[in-house]
C-alpha cells in the first residue's frame, strides 16, 4: 500500500500533468501558444472563473447545483457599467454593490431551495433566466463602454505581468481551500453532503450552512462579473452565457462529486486551467467553431473518465 | 480602413454565429474588400456575436499571429472585445479594429481611435419598412418589392 500523504500528491502530480500534456499539444499545433506572454495572458484571463468555480465547488459539495452563477455574473456587471456609468459611482461603491447583490440572489436561491424544499438545479435554473432578464431590463439591453474606471483591476501589474484581480483570485482560492479543509463551517458542507439525515441526528442543522453556501457562491459569482466587466472595460448584458458550464465542468474535472460530500477547490483550480487552456488553446490553433465544441465536450468526458480509472486503481494499490 | 492597409497586410476576422445569414454576408463583405486592398487574411474565427468569446479568439489570433494589422469584426461587441484583446496583449494603437452596427457604446472608442470604423445599416429604417410591408399585405396589397436602406460606414 502506498501512504496516504504520498497518494494525495500522486493526484496533483497526475492533474498537472494533464494539464502539461494539453498545452505541450497545443504548442506542438501552433507556434506561439507556449511562451511567457501567452501564459501570463491564460492568467489574467481566468480570475473570473477561479472565484465562480470556488462558489460551485462549495455548492456541490453541500450536494446542490447552481446553474444561475452565470447570470448573476452578468447581471452584476450590468449592474457594474449602470452605477458607473449612469450615476458616476466610484468603483469601490459599484464593487460593493455587485458583492451585496450577488450575494442577495445567492441567498434567494439557498432559501427558496432550503425552506421549500425545492431541488437546487430547478431553482437555479429558474434564477439563471430571471437574472438574465433582470441584467437585460437594468440596461435596456445594451453594451456599456466603461473604460479606465473598471480596467485598473485586470491590467497587468509591473514586473508581475499578473492583475491585482489573478491575485484576488488566488487568495479567493486559498480562503474557499482553508475554509472547507480547516472549519467548521467546511466539515458541515461535506458531512450535508455526504449523507444529510446522518448529519441531522448528530445535531448539524443543514439549513443555515446550505443557505449560506448559496449565498457565497452568488456573491462569487458577482465578483467573477466585475472581473469580467474589468477586463472587457465594458459592461455587456449577455456577459457569462455558459459560465455555469465552464465552472460544474472545472470542478467536475478537479474530481468533486456530482453527489455531493467529495471535493476540493484547489483540484477544482486544475479543472479551471484545464478549461480555460482548452478554449485560449483551440481558438489558437484556429479550430472551428464546431471543432471547438467536439473537442471542449471530448475533453471534459476523457478528463472525468482518466479520474475514475485512477480512483480504481488506487482501490486496487496500484497508483 | 482598406485604405490604411498595405498590401500584403495581415488581417484577421471575427465573425458572428457560422449559421447566421447576416454574419455570413457581413463575413464575405469583410473578405472581399481585403481581397481588394491586396491583405491577406490570417485569421477567420466565430466570436458567436459575443464579446467575451470575441475577446478570447481575438487574444490568440495576436498570438498566433503577432504581425496582424487588422481585426474585422462582424457586430461592435465583438469589437470591444478585440479592443480589450489589443490592450492586454499591449499592441493598443498599432492594430486597426472595425466592428458594425454603430452601438451606442462604440461612440468612445471610434473617438479616441482605439476603434477605426463600424457600419450603421439604419436599423430604424429597416423597422419602418418591413411594419409597412407587413400592414400592406394584412390589407390584402401585394408584397412590396425588396427594399435597400443605406449602410454608412462611419469613422468617428
Redesign the interface.
Known sequence: MIPAALRKSGQYVAMAAIWAALALFFGLMSHNFLSARAFLALANRIPTLMVISTGMTLVLIVGGIDLSVGSIAGLCGALAGVVIVDDHAGFLTAVLLCLALGASVGAVNGIISVCLGIPSFIVTLGMLEIARGLSYLLTHSQTKYIGAAVEGLSDPMGFLGVSPAFLIAILVVAAGQIALSRTVFGRYLVAIGANEPAARLSGIDPRVPKIAVFALAGMLAGLGGVFLTSRLGSSDPNAGIGLELSAIAAAVIGGTSLTGGKGSVVKTLFGVLVVATLEAGLAQIGASDPMKRVATGLAIILAVALDAWRQRWARRGWV | MARQLKPGDSVAIIEGI?TAFNGQQRRLGFEDAMKAAGARIV????G?W???KA???A???L??H?DIKAILCGN??MA??A??AV???GRAGTVLIAGFDN???????LDSGAVAATADQHGGELAVFGIEAALKILHGEAPPADQTTPVDVITK
Open positions: 457560422p485569421a477567420e474565427q466565430s458567436e459575443e464579446m467575451d475577446n478570447n479568439v487574444a490568440a489570433m498570438g498566433e503577432p461592435d461587441d470591444l472585445g479592443v480589450a490592450k492586454a496583449a452601438i451606442s457604446a462604440i461612440r468612445p472608442l
